[in-house]
């Protein structure tokens, strides 16, 4: 059975960091692209930062170049999301999302929600940015 499960949500001040852990467990790692995407009530998940299953090609929203950065530890089944200068409006649930695609497939689609349907995902964490 697949489990994806993330963790290290909180409250941060502005201008604070943040990392994001997800494990997934009950699937070959490797064989799997992985997400991050944010839902703010009464909208649809948007694609935050995604990663390809080399781990060499990484896909950011404009919203989060820069300041957030992906990565997979194949070794430990988990994918991190470090966020750093943290914005208000980087306030949502955080999701994990893992895929049974190709590195092309991602080149395609990136983190475009819509093609991610068939993924597993977690039940996500919480991340509160005060002003």
């Known amino acids: 059975q697949v489990q994806v499960l993330e963790s290290g949500g909180g409250l941060v001040q502005a201008g604070g960091s943040l990392r994001l852990s997800c494990t997934a467990s009950?699937?070959?790692?490797?064989?799997?692209?992985l997400g991050w995407f944010r839902k703010i009530p009464e909208n649809q998940r948007d694609g935050v930062s995604c990663?390809?299953?080399?781990?060499?090609?990484?896909y950011y929203a404009d919203s989060a170049r820069g300041r957030f950065t992906i990565s997979r530890d194949s070794a430990k089944n988990t994918l991190y999301l470090q966020m750093n200068d943290l914005k208000p409006d980087d306030t949502a649930m955080y999701y994990c999302?893992?895929?049974?695609?190709?590195?092309?497939?991602?080149?395609?689609?990136?983190?475009?929600?819509?093609?991610?349907?068939?993924?597993?995902w977690g039940q996500g964490t919480q991340v509160t940015v005060s002003s």
């Open positions: 009950g699937l070959t790692f490797n064989d799997y692209v």
């Open positions: 990663i390809a299953r080399s781990g060499k090609d990484t």
């Open positions: 999302a893992a895929v049974k695609q190709s590195d092309t497939w991602l080149l395609a689609y990136r983190c475009t929600y819509a093609y991610w349907a068939d993924a597993y």
